[in-house]
């Protein structure tokens, strides 16, 4: 008997033509839906043929009738030249005939001149259009199927406003200082905007840097992700794959840095792909789920487009949150986003009412006891350390800061937001509105049943009793886990017991009160006593002469907050377009009569090391350039003479407000608003004073 030698079949290749058959035969079957390609495909590389399919499907294209019928073909736009050339330019990077080149070429212009008559939008090459064509060219579709395939992305993937400083890459800078706020602020510090290394990666889904190869297999998987937020997630990998380079002083150049990370695409292969979904995945269930839910204008209909009153994100501390999903976060069990809510506004507003988890942080330490803020920084670190170890409620590796929602109080709330992300800290949003919004919120779920809603999440220090929780630690409505709170309050005590008899002194204890039970963890901090010494700046101070005709300008503004509408002058310019000076030169220089060092404190609570130098007719604001060791940035130049109002606040007697203008028939005009936290304040103050009526004194003689 004659044997045939034969070999055995390889398993795998047993199973990669069992699922490509089952693919087939769904396909041929009609009907078959994302959901049933996804979940025979699994991740694996499609064959050209099959991706035809599925990338139709997944694009929600199949099927459809040919939308160029009803075109007259006419390709007669006024850019229809620059339209043609970079058709032709895309088609030479194929490999075939030339016959067939002009058949595509054609199709190329034609799907983008529709595009563009149908959408009333002007074609330039900064648009990548023609990048975003090239995948489906090689897979040969009938022009039909190409427009078809093109429309989707265009209205599915591309979020509008993908423009130099626009919303989407405000949106992404978020999101990288969410995750790797090292690496976002050091490229904050060389004044790089994702925009100028990312605007082509979103605008061309990668296909603008990838090979058409690498570039399908990634497409394979991000259609079926049917999710056009996954983009950012994958542009954040490729950042997190080049930090290390970037942070390692390798390159000081910003340009340098810029080419850098707009090539660092390029370097991807088929073998990445995957990496590259997985990573994206574990960072995309680290971050809050508002990210996507609170900026679905981006994408889709025009009938969800920017409207005028969306959150300005290029003005945006850190990630705002929802605060509904502040609520439901904690709620829910796995390993999603949990919320450790600091509540930061002042105590008496606490003390009134407070979300029931949160943990209290009064902003107002920052600069009344800056040792007692740091302390208090401490033991909000090591209570969300031990919360988390407990399994509370209460606990989450996401910080959420809390302030009123009213911007004037939540200023100081800034500044305490700022001083963590100086840190590097990761993981830090802000509630979203505040407590006012959470107030709100509560409302708008408990229209039938206020006071139950309230029961559950606000609770105070002289609550009623069912607001609190139960003398056995979990909370009266069932709503907490069956750990309940206590057991954290437990462990804190006993940990705060460890510490010096001065540090629990300076600090709440974490007290088990059996007549009045708590169900949270929170800081109360004493407040400092008051300060009962003059101020260094009076509305009754003697100053002579009013200011043309205007009310004397120095005074105690504690109930007069800062006007938001009010121009802030620092930042009205580029400090690559600042002068570039030497402090201590500009310290010594004879017409320099005081110079005080200080902090410029802006808007969004971000403070700056500076130094104020005051001459015979003008003050200075030079900010000290971090990188550059005694060199600064001439910030700011104000007349003394245009000096309208100086007002200090009676809880911060070290933050000074200048405020400067012109006075006309109208009334006086604030043209700038300059502040600044000085140490010595009231000599800065006096010696600014004596020096503005010098000026007005030598005008008026």
């Not at 005694?630 to 000074?656: F, M």
Request: hydrophobic share 35%; net charge negative.
């Amino acid at each position: 008997m004659t044997w045939t030698s034969t070999s055995m079949a390889d398993p795998e290749e047993l199973k990669s033509t069992s699922w490509e058959k089952d693919l087939t035969d769904a396909l041929e079957a009609g009907g078959c839906d994302l959901e049933t390609v996804r979940n025979i495909i699994q991740g694996r590389t499609l064959s050209s043929e099959l991706r035809t399919k599925v990338w139709k499907i997944a694009l929600n294209v199949a099927g459809k009738g040919d939308s160029l019928a009803s075109w007259d073909g006419s390709l007669d736009l006024p850019e229809q030249a620059l339209i043609h050339k970079d058709s032709q330019k895309l088609v030479d990077q194929l490999s075939v005939s030339q016959e067939e080149k002009s058949v595509l070429s054609l199709d190329v212009e034609s799907v983008i001149t529709f595009f563009c008559k149908s959408r009333n939008i002007t074609y330039n090459q900064g648009l990548r259009w023609t990048d975003l064509l090239k995948p489906f060219l090689v897979l040969r579709l009938q022009r039909s199927d190409l427009y078809n395939c093109f429309y989707a992305v265009m209205n599915k993937y591309i979020p509008r406003d993908c423009l130099p400083r626009g919303r989407p890459f405000h949106l992404f800078r978020l999101l990288l200082q969410y995750h790797e706020p090292e690496l976002c602020s050091f490229l904050d510090t060389k004044k790089i905007t994702p925009d100028t290394y990312a605007l082509n990666w979103l605008g061309s889904l990668f296909s603008g840097y990838c090979s058409v190869d690498v570039t399908q297999a990634l497409w394979d998987v991000y259609l079926q992700q049917a999710d056009a937020f996954f983009m950012f997630f994958l542009m954040l990998i490729i950042l997190v794959n080049a930090k290390d380079t970037i942070l390692g002083q390798e390159m000081e150049n910003k340009e340098d840095i810029i080419r850098f990370l707009e090539s660092s695409p390029c370097n991807l292969d088929i073998e990445d792909i995957e990496d590259l979904f997985t990573l994206s995945v574990y960072y995309h269930n680290k971050t809050p789920a508002s990210f996507r839910k609170d900026n679905q204008c981006l994408f889709g209909s025009s009938l969800l487009g920017l409207k005028d009153d969306d959150m300005d994100l290029s003005q945006a501390l850190c990630l705002p949150v929802s605060v509904s999903e502040i609520l439901q976060a904690n709620q829910q069990q796995g390993d999603g986003v949990r919320f450790f809510v600091v509540d930061c506004r002042p105590a008496e507003q606490y003390n009134a009412g407070h979300l029931s988890t949160a943990f209290h942080l009064d902003s107002d330490l920052m600069l009344q006891n800056p040792s007692e803020f740091a302390l208090a920084v401490k033991s909000l670190l090591e209570a969300q350390k031990q919360s988390i170890e407990s399994g509370s409620i209460a606990s989450g590796e996401h910080l959420c800061f809390m302030g009123s929602g009213r911007e004037e109080e939540d200023m100081y709330m800034n500044m305490v937001l700022a001083h963590f992300l100086q840190k590097n800290k990761e993981y830090v949003s802000i509630a979203k509105g505040g407590y006012m919004a959470l107030q709100q919120h509560l409302v708008d779920m408990n229209i039938d049943g206020l006071e139950n809603g309230y029961s559950e999440w606000i609770v105070s220090t002289s609550g009623p009793r069912n607001s609190i929780s139960s003398v056995d630690g979990d909370l009266t409505n069932g709503s907490a886990d069956g750990k309940g709170v206590k057991s954290l309050v437990n462990k804190m005590t006993f940990a705060l017991k460890s510490k010096s008899v001065n540090v629990k002194e300076k600090v709440i204890s974490f007290i088990e009160n059996t007549s009045a039970p708590v169900d949270r963890i929170s800081l109360s901090l004493p407040w400092p006593d008051r300060v009962s010494a003059d101020r260094h700046v009076s509305s009754s101070d003697k100053l002579g002469k009013p200011y043309r005709g205007v009310k004397p300008v120095f005074s105690i503004g504690d109930e007069e907050e800062y006007e938001t509408d009010e121009i802030d002058s620092s930042s009205m310019s580029d400090d690559d377009r600042k002068e570039i000076v030497n402090i201590q030169t500009w310290v010594n220089k004879p017409d320099t009569k005081y110079h005080f060092p200080c902090n410029e404190v802006k808007e969004t609570g971000h403070m700056f090391p500076s130094h104020l130098l005051v001459t015979a007719t003008h003050m200075y604001c030079l900010r000290e350039i971090p990188s550059r060791n005694g060199l600064a940035y001439i910030q700011s130049r104000q007349a003394l003479n245009s000096v309208v109002k100086i007002t200090s606040k009676k809880k911060h007697p070290e933050l000074i407000t200048f405020k400067f203008g012109s006075s006309g028939s109208s009334g006086v005009e604030i043209l700038a608003v300059e502040r600044y936290l000085i140490p010595n304040a009231g000599d800065a103050t006096k010696a600014i004073k004596q020096q503005i009526m010098k000026v007005l004194d030598a005008l008026d003689s």
